[in-house]
């Protein structure tokens, strides 16, 4: 089927939707398109097969007939393009995947920001459900904040839930307007509401920049005894493959003997810049594979030991929580089913599935879900993730330090104070915090790491925070092990986890 003809199927079952409602009222205008009737003494099995066979030509006269129809008769005048819109966002939602869906012209704009690495708004990395319900409100989650942009200044975190843009209530609207609601002119300000864990929530300002996206950050870890090396990917794109060598080469300059992968936060993006860096790790064997309908291989990606320029023996630990996604998933679960890498933090998201898009005619087009891909040992992690092999959890603030954190954002105190004392050194931090307990009296430690966030915006950034992260400090303890080889060697693969849950599975039913 040429792409024509796939662009053709597309906007023809679209439309479909339209059929059920109108037909019932209207049955006779489109009678001479509809299937020969069954005999009205067959029964409801004998009807229901003669529906399973009806040619796919059938409902595109009917499409094709309730589109003029509607277009024609409806009481007020009507813009074709919103029946078009709305019958390809009913198409693509009813198959009932979060990751197929249509895509109107500023949906394709970002998507395309994001594959050309520059762009204008607040340096947010977000995601929306495309359904909302009372129980789950489709709110929009913040998968990470660029560095250096207004996001990333505001003190906004990986995993937070922009509730409100203005007065507008996120979970009302969809990824579209989200998306013109927080990007404008450079240097105009919007307002977001933001809820922290479950039930801070504050407001913040941010003014519009210029974004450009940078997707590897890398640097020694001065607090490790050994010399480990500390590899951030925040998503995968066509240039993380070139930046990982570049971070590596580094790493080699230093003499490094040990190498920490953080791929906290990381939503994914383009699978193969996962399997490039996957194969500086791997020298043989699959890296990965997908499938596609009915389970049948589409594509193998291989290991190749002239690609590989990691030391085999070298101990490296990959840090991944509940945003860890898609390609980075594909990264970590590669690492683990090939024993390269011992796995730290949190369970990962769970996206399994690889889409492909369609440009349509107005600029606008669709992202549809076409194959899952597969780990080494040939498991599909989607909707269940990767368990880590070292689970290591942040604590909660408890209800009333909740509370307080809530009142300091409100009162918004942090901003003006690092503004007026730029450049605050830890001891200067430490000291500012002893004077904030005795107003917001909660963790120490906790409002350290906020002051810190904001004291970042009057100074270099560091490449991460030790004091504050236990999954990192974890993951330091970790790769420093003696016995790391054994440790390694020990941890089981994503099929054997398989294996092990159906048999939990069947022995419970």
């Not at 080889?485 to 941890?491: G, I, K």
Request: glycine share 8%; proline share 4%.
């Amino acid at each position: 089927m040429n792409f024509m003809d796939k662009k053709l199927r597309i906007v023809i079952v679209a439309l479909c939707f339209f059929v059920a409602a109108i037909v019932v009222v209207t049955p006779t205008v489109f009678a001479q398109t509809a299937v020969p009737s069954s005999d009205p003494a067959s029964s409801d099995s004998s009807a229901q097969e003669e529906e399973e066979v009806v040619d796919p030509r059938v409902y595109a006269e009917w499409i094709y007939s309730i589109f003029n129809y509607v277009y024609s008769n409806y009481i007020d005048e009507v813009d074709p393009k919103v029946l078009y819109q709305g019958a390809m966002k009913g198409l693509l939602d009813a198959f009932g995947d979060p990751h197929t869906m249509y895509l109107d012209s500023s949906m394709r704009r970002s998507l395309d920001d994001a594959v050309t690495g520059s762009f204008g708004g607040v340096g947010l990395l977000i995601s929306k459900l495309t359904t909302s319900t009372p129980e789950e409100p489709a709110y929009v989650l913040v998968s990470s904040a660029l560095k250096g942009t207004p996001g990333w200044y505001a003190g906004i975190e990986a995993g937070d839930l922009i509730i409100a843009i203005g007065d507008v209530d996120t979970s009302t609207i969809t990824m579209d307007e989200v998306l013109d609601l927080l990007r404008g002119q450079i240097g105009t300000t919007v307002e977001v509401t933001i809820r922290r864990g479950k039930n801070m929530e504050f407001s913040l300002v941010l003014e519009r920049a210029l974004i450009e996206t940078v997707t590897v950050e890398y640097g020694m870890i001065e607090e490790s005894p050994g010399k480990t090396g500390y590899l951030k990917l925040l998503e995968f794109s066509g240039l993380t493959d070139k930046k990982v060598q570049e971070a590596l080469d580094y790493f080699k300059e230093q003499n490094y003997d040990s190498l920490i992968i953080d791929l906290r936060g990381n939503g994914g993006g383009l699978l193969s810049g996962a399997e490039f860096v996957a194969d500086k790790f791997i020298s043989d064997g699959v890296i990965v594979s997908t499938k596609g309908r009915n389970g049948v291989v589409k594509s193998t990606y291989k290991a190749s030991a002239r690609r590989t320029v990691v030391p085999k023996d070298l101990p490296i630990v990959v840090l991944i929580d509940s945003l860890s996604a898609s390609a980075s998933e594909v990264l970590a679960g590669a690492l683990k089913d090939a024993k390269v890498a011992y796995l730290v933090g949190e369970r990962s998201y769970g996206k399994g599935s690889v889409q492909q898009t369609l440009v349509l005619g107005f600029n606008d087009g669709a992202k549809y879900t076409v194959e899952k891909y597969y780990s080494p040992t040939d498991c599909n992690i989607d909707g269940i993730g990767i368990p880590p092999d070292l689970e290591v959890l942040f604590p909660e603030l408890s209800d009333e330090d909740q509370e307080t954190y809530i009142k300091l954002m409100n009162d918004n105190v942090l901003y003006p104070y690092v503004q007026e004392h730029p450049g605050m050194t830890e001891e200067d931090i430490v000291a500012y915090a002893d004077e904030l307990l005795k107003t917001y009296p909660m963790d120490k430690i906790y409002l350290r790491r906020v002051i810190r966030i904001y004291a970042n915006r009057t100074r270099e950034d560091p490449l991460y925070d030790y004091e504050f992260d236990i999954q990192l400090k974890a993951a330091i303890d970790t790769v420093m092990r003696e016995d790391f080889p054994e440790l390694l060697a020990s941890v089981k693969t994503l099929k054997e986890i398989e294996l092990e849950r159906e048999a939990a599975e069947a022995d419970a039913e």
